[in-house]
């Protein structure tokens, strides 16, 4: 198992920018991909970004194309979401989740807590 913790999350104007981290402790060897997923009220939850630890090749949603970036840094076991441009539909619990898998969408099996975004003027 991988224990997660998201951070950096918080209320932000529209056109601005959050960097939310994901700090990964546990079986981190265990997992090939992390993602970053989001669930906003009423709604389910959806899935915005990926990157592969090996290689760091990414995916994303294409809503998020152009403004957000997925990083990780290897020697601290952590995973980054630069999230510029904001807008209000961006507004949600921004969940951080790890994979034994090789997909990008499925197989995620560790989550983390979550942290609030909010979008407002």
């Known amino acids: 198992q991988v224990q997660l913790v998201e951070s950096g999350g918080g209320l932000v104007q529209p056109g601005g920018s959050l960097r939310l981290s994901c700090a990964a402790s546990?079986?981190?060897?265990?997992?090939?991909?992390m993602g970053w997923f989001r669930q906003a009220p009423g709604k389910g939850r959806e899935f915005v970004a990926a990157?592969?630890?090996?290689?760091?090749?990414?995916h994303y949603i294409d809503s998020v194309k152009g403004r957000f970036t997925i990083s990780r840094d290897n020697a601290k076991n952590t995973v980054y979401l630069q999230m510029n441009s904001l807008k209000p539909e961006d507004t949600a619990v921004y969940y951080c989740?790890?994979?034994?898998?090789?997909?990008?969408?499925?197989?995620?099996?560790?989550w983390g807590q979550g942290t609030q975004v909010t979008v407002s003027s």
């Open positions: 989740a790890a994979s034994s898998g090789s997909t990008w969408y499925g197989e995620y099996d560790s």
């Open positions: 990157i592969r630890w090996s290689g760091g090749s990414s």
């Open positions: 546990g079986r981190t060897f265990s997992r090939n991909v």
